[in-house]
């Protein structure tokens, strides 16, 4: 039997925002009680010891959260659903109609969608003649080392929007964000099938927890002609 709800947090919310209130306060608003012979105070603080802090409770699902000892099913689906509100609030679209002007920009615009991700995503941003984003194509997902990239299938997705140029992006889900062996050859073969094709490659990113890499700003990408 779960206990009553408890009222410091929220009394410490109202009266200091939301800003001031710690990790596991704010997990314990959201759980709304505790379990038997622990105050949801002790299960908030112990969740977030046993998932490693918040970032542990943002990279888990519900089926696995709601395993944990004192959450079950109605917590769990609580606290995912928050984080993914939390996440849609977070998320920068695209500026249609205003130029996308360095590496930083695109990290910005889908990191809060690609950072976490638990499997991988390769995206590409279609761009008009003035580098303004068009459209935003996943062209692959794949799992926890790879997805499978076909640069006919991506350029095929490009040219329906009529892209004059092109900002490739996927995730590590590693959360490293420095490039394989692999990502380098892919973006190669991209460069060159956008240069046979009329599609300027401007650049890919690589984005992870720990940060992300431009190959642009690497000095790995040549321009496409």
Request: glycine share 10%.
């Amino acid at each position: 039997m779960e206990m009553s709800t408890i009222e410091g947090p929220r009394e410490r919310m109202r009266v200091v925002g939301t800003e001031r209130l710690s990790d596991a306060e704010l997990l314990a608003l959201l759980l709304g009680t505790g379990a038997r012979a622990e105050p949801v105070s002790v299960l908030a603080s112990r969740i977030l010891h046993e998932l490693g802090g918040i970032a542990g409770l943002r990279r888990i699902g519900a089926g696995a959260l709601e395993q944990l000892a004192g959450v079950g099913p109605t917590k769990a689906s609580r606290i995912v659903a928050a984080i993914e509100l939390g996440r849609r609030v977070a998320t920068r679209p695209l500026p249609r109609g205003e130029r996308i002007g360095s590496s930083r920009d695109v990290d910005a615009a889908l990191r809060p969608r690609l950072a976490d991700a638990d499997a991988e995503r390769f995206v590409a941003i279609a761009l008009d003649a003035k580098n303004r984003p068009v459209a935003e194509v996943e062209v692959a997902r794949g799992g926890l080392s790879a997805c499978p990239v076909s640069p006919s299938d991506v350029f095929r997705s490009l040219i329906k929007e009529a892209a004059a140029g092109v900002v490739f992006v996927h995730n590590h889900p590693s959360g490293e964000p420095s490039p394989s062996a692999e990502d380098v050859e892919l973006t190669e073969r991209l460069r060159a099938a956008g240069e046979l094709l009329g599609v300027r490659v401007l650049d890919h990113v690589i984005i992870g927890r720990e940060g992300y890499f431009s190959f642009l700003d690497a000095g790995l990408l040549a321009p496409t002609r």
